[in-house]
């Protein structure tokens, strides 16, 4: 007999999981504040070590690594790893605000600028854009599971998916535009890799204050998201519809 319904996700141990991930990278950042900012984080930033910062990607691939993994075992299909990952990552990065507000009482505001990500270069931008980030990802992924549950080998399309990623570029390109127009104002993208050991660079990334967050290329990216989810919506509510009762 041939099984027409997916697997359900168990999102309360995603959920566990996630939650736990959050805090420890948050108790990280603690050690890592007390070290080189006891007077507490703000900018503009204070030059870390070269090594330091090498092991801080490495972390960061780490956790994407981890986060990656789960997701894949927690699903079945693309669709079903896609929702797992995006509420992973969804949960794991409030609860990582949250854990930092209990140990530090840090940030101040959600308007409070914040590292973000160091792969390829630094993304900044005020807490509440992250945040926002992950809401939407935790949407998706239960409008996701949820067809995912109803309709057998439920398929993502390419146009839907093209959306999606295009809205994830804009979003993107807002966190980062500031250190990317740092890197190539200063013609510093031919020594990239060794951008931590630049003078120059260094000496222009502890004089930099962000002040103005491009909130609307980044409204521009959610919407672009936002779109290709209403139709993948629109498609499925079609598919549902036409299935018999």
């Known amino acids: 007999m041939t099984n027409n ?9 995603l959920f566990i999981f996630a939650l736990a991930m959050g805090f420890l990278e948050a108790i990280v950042v603690v050690y890592i504040r007390e070290l080189y900012y006891p007077a507490g984080f703000g900018f503009p930033l204070k030059p870390l070590p070269a090594w330091l910062i090498a092991i801080e990607i490495t972390r960061e691939f780490c956790t994407l690594i981890m986060l990656g993994t789960v997701a894949w075992i927690a699903g079945k299909t693309f669709l079903q790893r896609l929702s ?36 390829p270069i630094t993304w900044i931008g005020p807490v509440l854009a992250p945040i926002i980030c992950s809401v939407f990802m935790i949407i998706m992924a239960f409008v996701f599971e949820f067809f995912n549950e109803k309709i057998y080998n439920l398929k993502i399309k390419w146009i839907e998916l093209l959306f999606m990623i295009c809205g994830s570029i804009f979003i993107y390109l807002t966190f980062s535009f500031d250190f990317g127009l740092m890197i190539f104002k200063g013609n510093y993208l031919k020594n990239f890799l060794t951008l931590p050991q630049n003078p120059g660079f260094i000496s222009e990334m502890t004089r930099f204050i962000p002040i103005n967050f491009k909130w609307e290329l980044f409204g521009f990216g959610i919407l672009l998201i936002v779109f290709g989810n209403l139709l993948f919506l629109k498609r499925s509510l079609k598919i549902l519809n036409m299935k018999p009762h």
């Open 5 to 13: 319904k997916n697997k359900k996700t168990n999102f309360v141990l």
């Open 84 to 119: 797992a990952f995006l509420f992973l990552f969804g949960v794991w990065d409030i609860f990582y605000y949250v854990a930092l507000k209990i140990f530090l009482n840090w940030p101040e505001s959600f308007f409070t600028w914040d590292i973000l990500f160091l792969i």
